[in-house]
């Protein structure tokens, strides 16, 4: 059973930075793809960063290319999001997730197979 445990949120300035880590267990596919995903009060549920899990291409929604990057550490299985030059349009529950299926990007809530529990971002300005 695949479970997907985030950390790292917090509140930080505008300008500021944060990191997400996303520690991963159970999963197995070499085909796959992991995604961050956001959502603040009263919005849906967006796509902002994926990377196949075999090969490391990544896809970055246009409002953070830029300024986040998606990472992962097969050694430790685990995700990461460096988040840089935050904006208070930033701040949303940020939730990692994975689908099985092989695909460039994995953005859209409909492929996913798999989520976690969220961590939240808080920026001011």
């Known amino acids: 059973q695949v479970q997907l445990v985030e950390s790292g949120g917090g509140s930080v300035q505008a300008g500021g930075s944060l990191r997400l880590s996303c520690a991963t267990s159970g999963l197995t596919y070499t085909s796959g793809c992991m995604a961050w995903f956001r959502q603040a009060p009263g919005k849906e549920r967006e796509g902002v960063a994926s990377?196949?899990?075999?090969?490391?291409?990544?896809y970055y929604t246009d409002s953070v290319k830029g300024r986040f990057t998606i990472s992962q550490d097969k050694a430790s299985n685990t995700l990461y999001l460096q988040m840089n030059s935050l904006r208070p349009e930033d701040s949303a529950m940020y939730y990692c997730?994975?689908?099985?299926?092989?695909?460039?990007?994995?953005?859209?809530?409909?492929?996913?197979?798999?989520w976690g529990q969220g961590t939240q971002v808080t920026v001011s300005s």
């Open positions: 990377i196949t899990t075999s090969g490391g291409s990544t």
């Open positions: 997730a994975a689908t099985r299926r092989w695909m460039t990007r994995c953005t859209v809530v409909s492929v996913i197979n798999t």
